[in-house]
């Protein structure tokens, strides 16, 4: 008789929770509905998520919180075009101000996307001098060069940057490889470029866009068969500095339209599932 209640207690306990658990998972559904309705979109998905966890059973509930957050993914994505399109259009006036003073270059033979160089800095205008020169691609990726001319090869791979106080940054060391780092000679010369790229010249460029114009700044030529140094003059501070100015904006503009790009694809995927469901 024991053993026959304690069945019938186990039964009954069974069956209410059984008819709990539909309860409870509608209740968070409609909980997480009323999240992506208030634009809460992190919280309801977090939401979403639980129930799928907590509620493996409920297939019907968890396929209705499967469409919300497809929903609830569909809605951020719009949320990051709306921003790219209010951001773009802003950014896009500062990059026509700061393109001022700029050269424009791009091989249609050979490059596949152009660059900026500070108009003192083209090649024509320094031909047989030794000096530091920059530019930013379109896509906002900034380099410097150390640019070498003299009778003998100094067979150059690095860049230190000094001001007076000690302070100094050095480039990434690149070797020799005929590319970003290239020489040749010419009637009895020698001309090295070597190029620091990106991270490669990140902290020589913030060394020289903290500075005053006027600071004295010192390039010495690294890991070359001798001593080579040189020291920057204002105009050159200028053009790095307005071309890193130029590069912060142009890299976020690429961040933003890569952004409204992947939400627009983002949003014909989930319309598609949508529609299947």
Same mark, same amino acid.
Request: proline share 2%; with cysteine.
């Given at each position: !008789? ?55 059973? =409920?297939?019907?509930?968890?396929? @209705? ?35 001022? +003073? ?11 996307? +152009? ?5 003192? !800095?083209?090649? $024509? ?16 990726? !900034? ?11 100094? $067979?150059?791979? +690095? ?32 001309? $090295?470029?070597?190029?620091?790229? +990106? ?45 890193? =100015? ?17 939400? @627009? ?6 319309? =598609? ?5």
């Amino acid at each position: !008789m024991y053993k026959l209640f304690i069945f019938a207690a186990s039964l009954i306990l069974l069956l209410q929770t059984g008819c709990r658990k539909p309860t409870e998972a509608k209740a968070w559904l409609a909980n997480a509905q009323t999240l992506y309705d208030n634009q809460n979109y992190v919280a309801a998905k977090n939401l979403i998520d639980s129930i799928d966890r907590i509620y493996p059973r =409920e297939i019907a509930i968890r396929k @209705e919180a499967r469409t919300l957050m497809r929903l609830v993914e569909r809605s951020e994505c719009v949320r990051d075009i709306n921003f790219c399109d209010s951001v773009l259009p802003i950014r896009l006036q500062d990059v026509e101000s700061l393109k001022k +003073g700029f050269v424009f270059e791009k091989d249609k033979d050979y490059d596949v996307i +152009g660059k900026y160089i500070w108009n003192t !800095m083209t090649v $024509e205008r320094n031909l047989t001098r030794s000096y530091i020169r920059c530019g930013v691609n379109e896509a906002g990726e !900034m380099y410097l060069e150390s640019v070498f001319f003299g009778s003998r090869p100094l $067979e150059h791979t +690095g860049l230190k940057l000094s001001i007076k106080d000690g302070v100094f940054a050095v480039t990434t060391s690149i070797p020799y490889d005929g590319g970003l780092n290239y020489r040749f000679e010419d009637m009895g010369n020698t001309t $090295e470029i070597v190029t620091y790229k +990106g991270d490669h010249c990140k902290d020589a460029v913030n060394l020289i866009y903290l500075i005053d114009e006027k600071e004295r700044v010192k390039a010495e030529y690294t890991g070359g068969r001798s001593p080579y140094s040189l020291y920057l003059s204002g105009s050159d501070i200028k053009a790095i500095q307005a071309t890193y =100015e130029l590069a912060i904006v142009l890299n976020e503009i690429g961040i933003k339209q890569r952004m409204k790009d992947l939400a @627009e694809k983002k949003i014909m995927l989930l319309d =598609e599932r949508l529609n299947r469901e």
